[in-house]
Nanobody, 127 residues
Framework: QVKLVESGGDLVQPGGSLTLSCAASGTTLDDYYAIAWFRQAPGKVREAVSC????????YYADSVKGRFTISRDNARKKVFLQMNSLKHEDTAVYYC???????????????????WGQGIQVTVSS
């Protein structure tokens, strides 16, 4: 397993924007079949937010963030980003980066398909 590090969390007003980054310590993200973002709000179960695959041009989003969030990676494939626009109170959560190094081929939103996780980073949407 490799260490994943999230950054970019912050306090932002409703309607604002924020970009989260996920980097793999000591390596590139090319070693991973998929990188995903999950989040966990207070008192709620962790949920899948978005996913980008190494070998698949498509990206995947939860219905709750479609049209507002965009997942991407840099050309050097060292970081994956989650651009979050039009943020709402309900986007408040701890956001986790997760990586699949085994190519499980399961649904992108299934937590069990990911074998490396970051520590999580807080995003708070509040006025």
């Amino acid at each position: 397993q490799v260490k994943l590090v999230e950054s970019g969390g912050d306090l932002v007003q409703p309607g604002g924007s924020l970009t989260l980054s996920c980097a793999a310590s000591g390596t590139t993200l090319d070693d991973y079949y998929a990188i995903a973002w999950f989040r966990q709000a207070p008192g709620k179960v962790r949920e899948a937010v978005s996913c980008i695959n190494r070998d698949d041009p498509n990206t995947y989003y939860a219905d709750s963030v479609k049209g507002r969030f965009t997942i991407s990676r840099d050309n050097a494939r060292k970081k994956v980003f989650l651009q979050m626009n039009s943020l709402k109170h309900e986007d408040t959560a701890v956001y986790y980066c997760a990586a699949d190094s085994r190519g499980v081929g399961a649904s992108w939103s299934w937590e069990g398909g990911y074998d490396s996780w970051g520590q999580g980073i807080q995003v708070t949407v509040s006025s």
